[in-house]
């Protein structure tokens, strides 16, 4: 059984950083390409966020490029995601997501001053 869990989000100021993390458990994430998924308040639709492939390589969405960091720790199977430089429009409720579907609860991030 696949399970994911999320922590790391909170309150922060324009121009802070937090660090998202994801314990991932029935997957290695070593062998599966992983990604995170935000959804704004208000909004029905989810945001592909980031994605760290099977073999490492990395992919982001504009919005986050250049401020955002994917990374893994495979001995503790985990996924994570740094977050520089936060904006208002970061605020969302971020979520971590196998490639087959699999999604954890998800933590809130909250920029605002």
């Known amino acids: 059984q696949v399970r994911l869990v999320e922590s790391g989000g909170g309150l922060v100021h324009p121009g802070g950083s937090l660090r998202l993390s994801c314990v991932v458990s029935?997957?290695?994430?070593?062998?599966?390409?992983m990604a995170w998924h935000r959804q704004a308040p208000g909004k029905q639709q989810r945001e592909w966020v980031a994605s760290i492939l099977n073999y490492g390589g990395t992919m982001y969405a504009a919005t986050v490029k250049g401020r955002f960091t994917i990374s893994r720790d495979n001995d503790k199977n985990t996924i994570n995601l740094q977050m520089d430089s936060l904006k208002p429009e970061d605020t969302a409720v971020y979520y971590c997501?196998?490639?087959?579907?699999?999604w954890g609860q998800g933590t809130q991030v909250t920029v605002s001053s």
């Open positions: 997501v196998t490639n087959r579907n699999d």
């Open positions: 029935g997957v290695n994430v070593s062998y599966t390409t």
